[in-house]
């Protein structure tokens, strides 16, 4: 069936390092594909998406670009802040509709 | 400032007994899904529906576990009874009539079983 793989966490950085979170995928036909964040204690939340093959999804300096040649969803951001500590979840949506998350990554960023 | 909103946000309880978590979806979303989240296993989906009919609920242990919707502006899971395993943060969230993938979050009940 459908589904999402990460790479493991947690990812621990220092302030203003370079942040790649590997993302790829299975799936039939062509999904859009999503990045949630989850911060400390709270809900899921949008972080950005994209929905056709080489689209580029941005939001809060971080980016994440749809390779359907290689079936990933890398994300990235070019310098991290404290206040990025979170869990990061890729996600796929399939063709019933169901929005599928991978496991999550922890990334935690030191001062 | 329109948001999914989960009762009760903890629960604690002893094996054996009942458990009903409830989610108020975003005025307007017609879909409403079940997540539960534990460290182990991640994030699974549990079940889901549309226009209040259930679409999927196969992540969903049938013996003990039932969700339902019974007007539009609730959804409920309920346990019955309840084990020491389903210890877990229940997360209930929705989203609008055509699926773009973004899902509007609860806070999550965090649930104890003893």
């Known amino acids: 069936g459908d589904s999402v793989t990460q790479m493991e966490g947690p990812v621990t950085l220092s302030e203003e390092a370079f942040l790649t979170i590997n993302c790829t995928y299975t799936a039939t036909g062509y999904p859009s594909l999503f990045w949630y964040v989850q911060y400390p204690g709270e809900g899921l939340q949008l972080l950005l998406k994209?929905?056709?093959?080489?689209d580029k999804g941005s939001n809060k300096g971080f980016e994440a670009t749809y390779r359907k040649e290689t079936t990933s969803f890398h994300l990235e951001k070019g310098s991290v802040q404290v206040s990025d500590s979170a869990v990061y979840f890729c996600a796929l949506i399939t063709g019933f509709q169901k929005l599928v998350f991978g496991t999550g990554t922890r990334l935690l960023v030191s001062p | 400032d329109a948001r999914v909103t989960q009762t009760p946000r903890h629960k604690v309880t002893e094996m054996g007994q009942e458990v009903t978590m409830r989610c108020q979806p975003i005025l307007g979303h017609n879909t409403v899904f079940w997540y539960r989240q534990t460290m182990m296993q991640g994030l699974e989906l549990l079940a889901y529906?549309?226009?209040?009919?259930?679409?999927?609920d196969s992540g969903m242990p049938k013996d003990r576990f039932s969700a339902e919707m019974p007007d539009a502006t609730l959804a409920t899971l309920k346990i019955q009874p309840s084990e020491p395993r389903d210890s877990a943060v229940y997360f209930c969230a929705s989203g609008g009539d055509v699926i773009t993938g973004e899902l509007f979050f609860g806070e999550g009940s965090r649930l104890t079983v003893l």
């Open positions: 994209a929905t056709k093959a080489d």
């Open positions: 529906f549309r226009n209040r009919a259930p679409l999927d």
